[in-house]
């Protein structure tokens, strides 16, 4: 009987060993960048064979602390010349519809990160001065930004002046004469950023165009899965007058009796899970496109509008003049 008892715990010492070594095994080649197969630590590797990003833990649990002052809300007051909310209840941002002070508040306190991308190639170069600073005035001020600058001409790139936890990233790309080559190169490099460099970085991500500039606050009011900005020139017009692609040969072809809002193409984002789907999904159409030998009469804009119904975008952001396109 005690020899019986005596193998049983040497058994049961001898699972728990292998248990540990197992989980000390994964927890060294976790520490690594890059495995022994080349993929990165923020993937796995499921029964079938498919690499699947393992995406950060979605923000939960936002809520305010007690003793912070700020004006009382009411239900009866507010805006009431603009809708502030999409027939899928997703709510629509406009200045004087939120308190700044309360919603800045509750998200410093998740420590986020907001990985911003614009591309600058050949003579755009020109706005990264006014878009930087403009953007270190009113875009997500106090919080922590990663700038990623994609350009041709890294030695053209000025020197800015940064805040506190926030920097500047230049890679560099191959030069593209034509935009619908840009448009189809954007899309991909947005889509392995957030495979191999954000995933373990970053929590929301933007994707902004470098020939803008900011005259007022963007901040954690936009933050959401998936965030499309209503274009300022076509924000209170019929949908008949949007400017969809509406050839049925394309991948991006919306019917004259389809669509909700016109996207611009200029300002894109949320999620890094949500920002990769439609990137990725966006680069696959315009392949398809290109294949087929047509072009969208607004290349990726053409696209975005096209696939952000769905999953339709969580948050709009509406306010013209916020970011203004020079």
């Known amino acids: 009987m005690m020899v019986r008892q005596n193998f049983l715990i040497a058994v049961l010492f001898g699972m728990i060993l292998s248990g ?36 950060k833990q979605k923000i939960v649990g936002l809520r305010s602390l007690p003793g912070l002052l700020y004006n009382q809300p009411s239900v009866l007051g507010g805006r009431t010349d603009v809708g502030s909310v999409s027939p899928w209840s997703a709510p629509i941002i406009w200045e004087g519809n939120f308190d700044s002070t309360l919603i800045d508040f509750i998200y410093k306190q998740k420590n986020l990160t907001i990985a911003t991308t614009v591309f600058a190639l050949g003579k755009y170069t020109r706005f990264v001065k006014d878009f930087l600073e403009s953007a270190e005035q009113h875009y997500f001020v106090g919080f922590r930004v990663h700038y990623y600058l994609f350009t041709d001409q890294p030695e053209s ?142 290349q990726e804009e053409s696209h975005l509008n096209k696939l952000k119904p769905s999953p339709r975008p969580q948050v709009f952001e509406a306010t013209p003049g916020v970011l203004v396109c020079i």
């Open 20 to 55: 540990l070594i197992y989980l000390n095994n994964i927890q060294c080649s976790c520490n690594q960048q890059i495995t022994e197969q080349g993929f990165n630590c923020s993937q796995q590797i499921t029964e079938q064979g498919i690499i699947k990003t393992r995406w």
């Open 157 to 298: 790139v000025p020197e800015v002046k940064m805040g506190e936890n926030r920097g500047l990233i230049v890679q560099k790309v191959p030069s593209l004469n034509r935009w619908q080559d840009i448009s189809m190169s954007r899309m991909e490099k947005l889509e392995k950023l957030i495979e191999n460099e954000l995933v373990n970085e970053a929590d929301y991500i933007f994707c902004l165009d470098i020939d803008a500039k900011f005259y007022g606050r963007w901040g954690a009011e936009t933050l959401g899965r998936l965030v499309g900005v209503i274009h300022p020139w076509l924000f209170n017009v019929p949908r008949s007058q949007f400017t969809y692609e509406r050839r049925p040969e394309s991948k991006a072809y919306i019917p004259v009796e389809e669509g909700d809002y016109y996207y611009a193409g200029a300002a894109f984002g949320g999620s890094l899970e949500d920002v990769h789907h439609l990137t990725k999904t966006c680069r696959e159409q315009l392949q398809i496109d290109a294949a087929n030998s047509i072009e969208a009469v607004w």
